[in-house]
């Protein structure tokens, strides 16, 4: 069955990561250019969903392959043959909205990390993400919020946390929030995918 689970080989030096985002892409780009020096951890590819992401403009300058699928070959099939072929130690999502299918997720068990911009379990679920969260935050007069990097399953971040950055609200509205939030995205979220590549 070539879509048996792929156990990662203790023996590979060079480990590789592909990065799946939608939007605009500075996560993304942050964790790429973090691993840019390292000999060994290689990004190896850069899917996407949305032609007109911002992140496709991003990453022109970025020697990366890149593949641009739609729902249906997400859903088919398609995009899992081509992970399999690269067989990445981490399947890494940095703003991709789009559900992971189940077949993948079998395949990459424990292989596939999302980072969601509250604390999970709170603020989770199908359409929370990005502004929606931080809007929600605000609304609720929350004194913390915060970010989660957790793995991936079947439902919409409901996967096991692996780390989680809480963070005091100074600002009052969304915008602000999601700012200030990021900047610990990226520092953090490189630093996780580094020490779940090392053991």
Known sequence: N??????????LSLKKIVI???GSGSSAENIFQKFGDNNNINIVKLYCNNPNAYVLK???????DKM???????????????LININPQLIVLAGFLKKIPKKIID??????????PAL????GGKGMYGLN????VIDNKDDYSGFTIHYVNENYDEGDIIFQKKIKIRGSNAEDLSKEILKFEHEYYPKIVFNLLNG
């Not at 070539?2 to 023996?11: A, H, P, Q, T, V």
């Not at 969260?133 to 929600?136: L, M, P, R, S, T």
């Open 20 to 22: 799946f985002a939608s």
């Open 2 to 11: 070539r879509y048996r689970l792929i156990k990662i080989s203790s023996k």
């Open 58 to 64: 991003r990453f022109e300058k970025h020697e990366i």
């Open 68 to 82: 641009i699928f739609n729902n249906s070959e997400l859903d088919s099939g398609k995009v899992l043959d081509d």
């Open 107 to 116: 395949v990459f068990k424990n292989r596939i990390i999302n980072i969601h």
């Open 120 to 123: 999970l379990p709170k603020y």
């Open 133 to 136: 969260v931080h809007q929600k």
